[in-house]
């Protein structure tokens, strides 16, 4: 079974960086897409940013222009680089996989989670 491995989560001032990676154990067939969601307290899960097999990619407005996501095939990892961070970013962000089986539905791959807190 493979499993993703985030890490470089932390604490940052306001207007700092930060860069996640997101590490799958193992090849993964048939992967779709990968990306990032978050999840701050009280709130729904939110996608921050995904990208397809294509190279194409899709963020949230609200991180539009300060996040970039990429990936490294031959390292199966994904990465989302956070610029200019503001407090309202902090959350647990978690990556996944989406994969499509033989019968053509699919299945997500989740991450462990990883904290990202930026102060004031």
């Known amino acids: 079974q493979v499993q993703l491995v985030e890490s470089g989560g932390g604490l940052v001032q306001a207007g700092g960086s930060l860069r996640l990676s997101c590490a799958a154990s193992g090849s993964i067939f048939r992967l779709v897409a990968m990306g990032w969601y978050r999840q701050a307290p009280g709130n729904q899960r939110e996608l921050v940013a995904s990208i397809i097999n294509s190279g194409s990619t899709d963020y949230a407005d609200s991180v539009k222009g300060r996040f970039t996501i990429s990936r490294d095939n031959a390292k199966n990892t994904v990465y989302l680089q956070m610029n200019s961070l503001e407090p309202e970013d902090t959350a647990v962000y978690y990556c996944?996989?989406?994969?499509?089986?033989?019968?053509?539905?699919?299945?997500?791959?989740w991450g462990q989670g990883t904290q990202v807190t930026v102060s004031s």
């Open positions: 996944y996989y989406s994969v499509r089986r033989y019968s053509g539905d699919y299945y997500y791959i």
